[in-house]
């Protein structure tokens, strides 16, 4: 097995909405906002190399949306998903799997683009199955809640569904779960969003956790530091809570999707609670 990170792209996000009740006096510590108040972020994919699989998990937002779309979201930076892949010897269609954490816009939108003549989209990977679970698909596609609505976007998830190569993981209740047919173990939590997956992939004797929206950067270590965009806060406490006293009791390794500056860090036990340990390159820790 051999894992690379891949920097889809870079973008920004109202520092706010990412903190929730937390005071901006404190979250600014970590993440400090630009005059919009907006704070930097990455979408940081991971991509599997096993045998003969070849699995992308996440595909950050793309670049299909319109101008006025990206107007809200201010792209910077030189990373996109395809260079990516491609500066680290592969092409898309040889991508075999994709999972997708969640179906929010910056998590599957790069999975999907336009037609050489812009008059449809298809997958991006026309080669690969698309995973998600049966109750999140449902949840985002059946009738979508008005909180998360604007997020779960029909040009991003009718193509996968209409391609035919769409797949569901199969649920289980508490504690990771390995999946035979990816290779790797899932937790199911469901504050962010309904049945959000984290993956955990046993790499190189350690464990590496993809940490998605259930800990996006390292400033959201702290219990209470949850976005304002999670559907249910107190169980995003909860499951965070049970997660982080695992990630340390266990040794995890924290691979986040949404900082651009930390790529993996490790956790300690504090007096003020379960804080970080270590940062590390991923390549200081597996190359």
Same mark, same amino acid.
């Given at each position: 097995?051999?894992?690379? =990170?891949?920097?889809?792209?870079?973008?920004?996000?109202?520092?706010?909405?990412?903190? !929730? *009740?937390?005071?901006? %006096?404190?979250?600014?510590?970590?993440?400090?906002?630009?005059?919009?108040?907006?704070?930097?972020?990455?979408?940081?994919?991971?991509?599997?190399?096993? #045998?003969?699989?070849?699995?992308?998990?996440? %595909?950050?937002? !793309?670049?299909?949306?319109?101008?006025?779309?990206?107007?809200?979201?201010?792209?910077?930076? !030189?990373?996109?998903?395809?260079? %990516?892949?491609?500066?680290?010897?592969?092409?898309?269609? &040889?991508?075999?799997?994709?999972? $997708?954490?969640?179906?929010?816009?910056?998590?599957?939108?790069? !999975?999907? @683009?336009?037609?050489?003549?812009?008059?449809?989209?298809?997958? +991006?990977?026309?080669?690969?199955?698309?995973?998600?679970?049966?109750?999140?698909?449902?949840?985002?596609?059946?009738?979508?809640? =008005?909180?998360?609505?604007?997020?779960?976007?029909? &040009?991003?998830?009718? =193509?996968? &569904?209409?391609?035919?190569?769409?797949? $569901?993981?199969?649920?289980?209740?508490?504690?990771?779960?390995? #999946? #035979?047919?990816?290779?790797?173990? @899932?937790?199911? @939590?469901?504050?962010?969003?309904?049945?959000?997956? /984290?993956?955990? /992939?046993?790499?190189?004797?350690?464990?590496?956790?993809?940490?998605?929206?259930?800990? =996006?950067?390292?400033?959201?270590?702290?219990?209470?530091?949850?976005?304002?965009?999670?559907?249910?806060? +107190? *169980? %995003?406490?909860?499951?965070?809570?049970?997660?982080?006293? &695992?990630?340390?009791?266990?040794?995890?390794?924290? $691979?986040?999707?949404?900082?651009?500056?930390?790529?993996?860090?490790?956790?300690?036990?504090?007096?003020?609670?379960?804080? /970080?340990?270590?940062?590390?390159?991923?390549?200081?820790?597996?190359?």
């Amino acid at each position: 097995m051999k894992i690379y =990170p891949i920097e889809a792209g870079n973008f920004k996000l109202d520092g706010g909405a990412m903190f !929730g *009740v937390v005071p901006k %006096s404190l979250w600014q510590k970590t993440n400090p906002s630009d005059s919009n108040n907006m704070i930097d972020m990455a979408s940081r994919c991971m991509l599997i190399e096993d #045998k003969n699989k070849l699995v992308l998990i996440d %595909s950050g937002m !793309g670049n299909k949306q319109s101008e006025k779309f990206f107007s809200y979201y201010f792209k910077w930076g !030189g990373y996109d998903l395809v260079s %990516s892949i491609n500066a680290v010897g592969f092409s898309c269609d &040889e991508i075999t799997d994709v999972l $997708f954490t969640h179906l929010h816009f910056d998590h599957c939108g790069g !999975g999907i @683009v336009w037609d050489v003549k812009k008059s449809f989209y298809k997958p +991006l990977f026309k080669n690969a199955n698309y995973w998600s679970s049966q109750n999140h698909w449902d949840w985002a596609t059946k009738n979508p809640n =008005p909180r998360e609505k604007a997020s779960f976007l029909k &040009e991003n998830l009718d =193509p996968i &569904e209409s391609s035919g190569a769409l797949s $569901f993981v199969s649920e289980h209740e508490k504690g990771f779960e390995y #999946k #035979k047919k990816l290779g790797f173990e @899932v937790l199911f @939590v469901n504050g962010h969003t309904e049945k959000q997956m /984290i993956p955990k /992939i046993t790499y190189k004797g350690k464990s590496l956790v993809f940490a998605a929206d259930l800990l =996006p950067t390292a400033g959201h270590v702290p219990v209470p530091y949850v976005m304002g965009y999670d559907v249910r806060p +107190l *169980v %995003s406490m909860s499951e965070k809570e049970l997660f982080l006293k &695992e990630a340390v009791d266990k040794n995890y390794y924290l $691979f986040l999707e949404h900082d651009p500056h930390n790529q993996i860090i490790t956790l300690k036990n504090t007096e003020k609670g379960v804080r /970080i340990d270590k940062t590390f390159t991923f390549d200081e820790i597996f190359n």
